[in-house]
């Protein structure tokens, strides 16, 4: 079982910030809910023993809400000066904490109670030759979804970029990832596309099918066209 569980809330949401500008994404309210509370909910769920969330655009209001849920369990990894972009911000976690894999939730997916199941399903099916495992779910099954998918998987689970010759694949916002994935990049600031990318070449990178339907709300638009909450 892993006992370490990073939260991805340091991005700066420019998408939504139609939806209300005053409000970072992780803390916009989907079913009276706060997107990042499903996210902590579904690793207090599964027995995360220790929760890190990064964080960066209006740091003060995540720290606030963090701070109201009077867990001991959860450390913020603060990147207020710089943002150090997705595979960044978890090396860094990585490096400061001494972990070799960590799952690796987004903050903006709304974690129902199946995918409890799923989630610990994904754990415990960890390839071991992988460097990351990342969950996908078939663009066939994402809901309002315009692009073209991200990945095309392979009859070994090894993952490619999406070409129209194979069913393409989204990732869902979860992942399992390891240290050695982000071997020979130095530099600070940088997407985990770009570790995933030196995965593919060593093949290394893995998928895990959630086989379940999916709502894409990555826009403003969207949120506000299929979830009508309070804020």
């Not at 929760?51 to 003060?60: A, E, M, T």
């Not at 240290?179 to 990178?205: D, H, Q, R, Y």
């Amino acid at each position: 079982m892993i006992d370490t569980a990073i939260i991805l809330a340091a991005g700066l949401g420019k998408r939504m910030r139609d939806f209300d500008p005053a409000i970072p994404k992780p803390l916009i309210k989907v079913n009276s809910k706060p997107f990042i509370q499903y996210s902590i909910d579904l690793l207090n769920e599964i027995k995360t023993k220790e929760i890190i969330i990064n964080v960066h655009y209006k740091s003060d209001e995540i720290l606030k809400f963090i701070k109201s849920l009077s867990q001991t369990n959860i450390i913020v990894s603060d990147e207020s000066d710089l943002l150090l972009d997705t595979g960044g911000g978890i090396k860094k976690i990585f490096d400061k904490y001494n972990i070799n894999k960590s799952l690796v939730l987004n903050s903006d997916v709304i974690w129902g109670d199946s995918d409890k199941k799923l989630i610990v399903d994904m754990i415990n099916s960890y390839p071991e030759k992988a460097e990351a495992f990342l969950g996908l779910v078939p663009k066939r099954n994402l809901k309002s979804f315009k692009g073209k998918g991200d990945f095309c998987k392979l009859k070994n689970n090894d993952l490619i970029r999406y070409d129209e010759s194979s069913e393409p694949y989204v990732y869902i916002g979860a992942q399992i990832i390891s240290k050695n994935a982000f071997n020979g990049i130095e530099k600070e600031v940088f997407s985990v596309n770009e570790a995933w990318n030196l995965c593919i070449n060593k093949k290394t990178l893995k998928g895990y099918q959630f086989n379940t339907n999916a709502l894409h709300l990555g826009t403003a638009e969207l949120l506000k066209e299929y979830l009508i909450d309070d804020k």
